[in-house]
């Protein structure tokens, strides 16, 4: 039944030869990668305001921060452009690191970048919740709910191998920039209207000390900070770019940032404009209060392009978690080559995608919504320092590429590079501070506990490797077989066939029976003599009650006694027709397999039953011989 | 570890020599038998005003009420009398039932009494934790996790082996008979001394109409005969009892009725007369509103009192809850032994216990206080209709008996429990139909779920024994054993080791390999050819990138072919230092184990590696011969 299910769910299994690449046109390329950095404006700016609500005299700092974060931005993305130049490929966080800067670092990128794949599925899901419940507030209760429910679906559709498809993604990503650009002309053209209210400055901006101030707009600046993520997506798919890669790759990557800069300044200043604040329990978002009062007060028609705005973000948002569903498993996929993570994240599923990274990016993103109650204001906290981690690394990277190569205009790109991962580098100290308590210490643990199972796991297998190699490999020759037959007191034809299957495969077997005091054993040994002459029974006493102990103690004895010889134990095995039954029988045989497990050199052999197979005469019973 | 923790719990196991009974005086037996019956005082007045306090004008029925539930306390008590008289040896409702009545009445009978035993250790410690919540209101919202502890810790001490010892029941089986009898003189005192307040008698009584004055007496009647519950216990342990044992125990019976009856009837008084109401929400019991009014007010030494009576109150609960777990694990013995439950519950524990009883009752239990909140109240209802339904059964019994009988005075012994039969069973429709909503269906499906379990378990049984039999049992001889190697695309030293295992079981190996598109089989062909001349060495294709399922249909398909002989499939299998490891491995074995275990017909082999042992040199290796 369950293979069943499964099909229907995902699809029939597909074959090897199956697998494929697309190449993207610019135009398409940007719909593919741009959602999640674009998609960061749905809480960029209310980042900022959150900090600044603190103090209501500084919130007409919003602006200037902004523009700061743009500049940030800008530097950034040029930054990036020589990371695409230098690697034509795709080079990830994870490959300038570990090639440039040596494994070490590698992994600390790599473990930033799989952390904040995670957060980016937990926080855009989250966010898009957000924008559905600021339009329908009946839903504020159920945010985790809903969250959940949509990182099910996003697992399932991407296990079913949804390839990221140009075509399906550009509906949504452009009607968000349509609605967004038109959301922000019809504001500026509203507040330049005189329609906004007044400004009105408070002086309590006095009483705080200079160093506070300048702390606040720190905090406030590293919050909004967060409108960078996903900048590094295009650097990453290079790859997916018709020819010529670098060209196409770097002006998407300039027209991404320059849409992505407009629209964050034009929404913080709107916010500045309108005097918005954000909401902390979450109840609207600030897009959402900016939508309602430029689209949904004076002019009626207007109220469904206030819905057109909630609807867009949240699919631009989903859009944003779905790259992850790409990215995680991809860069799981090339840890699991290098052995620091399990093998199995290399396994092709099915439906020819990496199954197992997509189920584990899905079940961790899941337990973050839920346990922050599917609250954004409580999940952000924690983002943007993995990215600034993997900026900062990757920048560093570039410093020593350009150092050692042997291009023309290889020193402004290297000034270019330092002059980024200083920056970076300082932002993420920043962020790392000022976020710390509220969250950040979190992933400054999760970092070098990540780090942690990637040398663990990668040494298991290279001490694997070490001890299977089949250098100075000698054949084992068996001499002797001892075998040993467990028997109950109770003698059945079950356990009958299980030592005419020992005799066959041993001419040394010993049979065994525990003794607890409750049956007497003159019917076992008459039985005994009647049906198996030529196999000797030990009965071992006990006082205690216990089957297993005795049976694993003479085992045991076996073992030392035989030192010329390999010692196979045959367990008479039941199944019964209902899972159940096996509530109705005492599990000696399952104890003593668990148990032999953890004793080397010893080989366990179940000879089933199945019940009712004679009955029924549907089973194949061993065969005799005539 | 774990046997280490096991061991400090329970103590250390005990030898089967060291089982012993020991024979009770009369005032002994009362302490031992009769707490599960007194304690009852602590709800039924309760109950029965939780009724009536629907309409206050009809709340003086409640001492008429307990008349009418003492006389038929009476009834029952007589009545059991003769089964003591005609089970000597110990009959409960199950034996009497089956003995006179067949099997299914007997089942009926053993059914109620297992889900009773469960609902006295719930309800028991349920109000046991009341009456402490009433002396501390603080603690009320910590209901069901007091519970929960309280019936953790009667586990454990029953798993020990506490033995019922007379010794240690004595001191709260008397204190509490002491301060509750105090309570009542001292009560009838006060009351009689004009201190208890007027009663004022309201007039909407007129408004009922008859028929639903009727059925609200009848409810409030049908509550009140918790009371009753845990008569029955001294015929269940007749045998315990010192020479003769029918008059000693008959004697002991009538005096806890009579105790019962006295203190019954004087803590309804009480509670009339003082105009005490039940706290619907669980803060404080009746008795505890009592023994405040009586103790707490105008004397202040008396306080003390207070607090006694409620410790005391609590104590015996505990004890009755603890006669359950007596009960429940003998008859579930019983009945194992009949083969009605899995035989594992005939068991005798480490410490000469049905521990696996113990554990059932226990767990279940908890079960039931967790989900009812630790809310007395809404436990109740779905109590006394089993122990209704079992008092009517053996009296039943009891007339089928004495029908059949040649004893003198059989006569009237068939009248006295033909009356007890009907009345019983008469009280059991009442309570079955008033209660039915509050919860009491719930008995009503459990009781025939129970019986169906029965049936399907003794059923399984004796198919089992059928098939099992060794009448016209024929040795199967194995002509030819094929054996089947997997084998990893990767060959490593585990593999080889296997192979030469499966060498020195039969001439007839055959190694099978997966080929799913990803490594190249030309190292591991060149490698086969090095290392194994004399096995062939088959390559499955698999396009859809699975390995157990073409493995799986390769074996299915040799079995076919080879219909002479036995398949034994060698799986050459990993065992890591750490449990974690096992994550960083395929488990294909484990898949294979698992889907040939549904192949009948087939033999599996683990041959294990265990990882570490060659570095280490810590393990033992499997020989080579010289």
């Given amino acids: 039944m369950l293979p069943r299910v499964k099909r229907f769910l995902l699809g029939s299994p597909l074959r090897t030869t199956e697998l494929h690449e697309q190449k993207l046109s610019k135009k398409a390329a940007l719909t593919v990668f741009a959602s999640d950095n674009l998609s960061s404006n749905a809480y960029a700016t209310e980042e900022i305001l959150l900090v600044l609500m603190a103090f209501p005299a500084l919130l007409h700092y919003a602006f200037p921060i902004s523009i700061c974060i743009v500049v940030l931005l800008t530097l950034v993305v040029l930054s990036y452009g020589q990371l695409i130049r230098a690697y034509p490929s795709g080079g990830g966080a994870y490959t300038v690191a570990k090639e440039n800067l040596g494994v070490g670092a ?31 507030p009946v839903l504020l209760p159920y945010r985790a709910l809903l969250g959940a429910l949509a990182i099910a679906i996003l697992t399932l559709v991407n296990l079913r191998g949804a390839r990221e498809s140009a075509r399906a993604f550009a509906p949504p990503v452009y009607t968000f920039l349509v609605t967004i650009y038109t959301l922000i002309l019809a504001g500026l053209y509203r507040s330049g209207a005189g329609s906004a209210p007044p400004a009105t400055v408070q002086s309590d901006a006095l009483n705080l ?47 991404m940032a320059a849409i992505l800069g407009s629209l964050f300044l034009g929404l913080s200043y709107l916010a500045t404009a309108f005097h918005i604040l954000p909401k902390l329990d979450g109840s609207e978002t600030v897009v959402s209060q900016i939508a309602r009062q430029v689209f949904g007060e004076s002019v009626p028609g207007w109220g469904l392009l206030y819905y057109l705005t909630q609807f867009s973000t949240m699919a631009i948002l989903i859009l944003a978690a779905n790259t992850s569903y790409a990215g995680f498993p991809r860069l799981a996929s090339i840890l699991a080559a290098d052995r620091f993570v399990p093998r199995q994240l290399a396994n092709l599923g099915d439906r020819l995608v990496f199954s197992n990274g997509i189920l584990v990016l899905g079940a961790a993103a899941l337990a973050l919504i839920w346990s922050f109650g599917g609250n954004v204001h409580a999940l952000i906290p924690l983002y943007a320092i993995g990215v600034f981690l993997s900026f900062t690394l990757s920048q560093a990277g570039l410093v020593v590429h350009w150092r050692k190569s042997r291009e023309a205009g290889r020193w402004w790109r290297f000034g270019l590079n330092a002059l980024g991962a200083l920056t970076t580098g300082l932002v993420l100290l920043i962020i790392a501070v000022v976020k710390f308590q509220e969250g950040a210490w979190l992933v400054v643990v999760a970092v070098p506990a990540v780090m942690l199972l990637f040398w663990k796991t990668r040494r298991h297998y290279f001490e694997l490797q070490t001890e299977l190699t089949l250098a100075d490999f000698e054949k084992p020759r068996v001499a002797r077989h001892t075998v040993i037959v467990p028997v109950p007191i109770h003698l059945n034809r079950v356990v009958l066939t299980a030592i005419e299957y020992a005799k066959s495969i041993s001419r040394d077997v010993i049979a065994v029976t525990v003794n607890t005091g409750e049956a007497k054993t003159d019917t076992l040994l008459h039985n005994w003599k ?46 019964p027709q209902r899972w159940w039954h096996n509530l109705l029988h005492n599990q000696t045989s399952l104890i003593l397999k668990g148990a032999l497990l953890f004793r080397p050199g010893i080989v366990v052999t179940s000879v089933p039953h199945h019940l009712g197979e004679m009955r029924a005469g549907r089973g194949r019973e061993p065969r005799h011989a005539q």
Same sequence: chains 1, 2.
Avoid: W
Avoid at 210 to 237: W, Y
Avoid at 241 to 254: E, G
């Fill in 530 to 575: 009647k049906f198996v002459e030529d196999v000797p029974l030990i009965v071992l006493d006990s006082p205690y009650r216990s089957v297993a102990r005795p049976l694993l103690r003479f085992i045991g004895e076996i073992e030392d006694l035989r030192t010329d010889d390999k010692v196979t134990v045959v367990l008479p095995e039941f199944v």
């Fill in 209 to 255: 000390s200079q160093l506070a101030m300048i702390f606040l707009l720190g905090r406030a600046f590293a919050h909004g900070c967060v409108a960078l993520t996903g900048v590094e997506a295009i650097s990453n798919g290079v790859q997916a770019f018709q020819q010529p890669v670098v060209r196409n790759a770097q002006i998407t990557m300039y027209v």
């Fill in 106 to 136: 590698g992994l600390v990128a790599a473990a930033a970048l799989l952390i904040d794949y995670i957060l980016t599925v937990a926080v855009s899901v989250a966010a898009g919740v957000a924008a559905i419940v600021s339009a329908f």
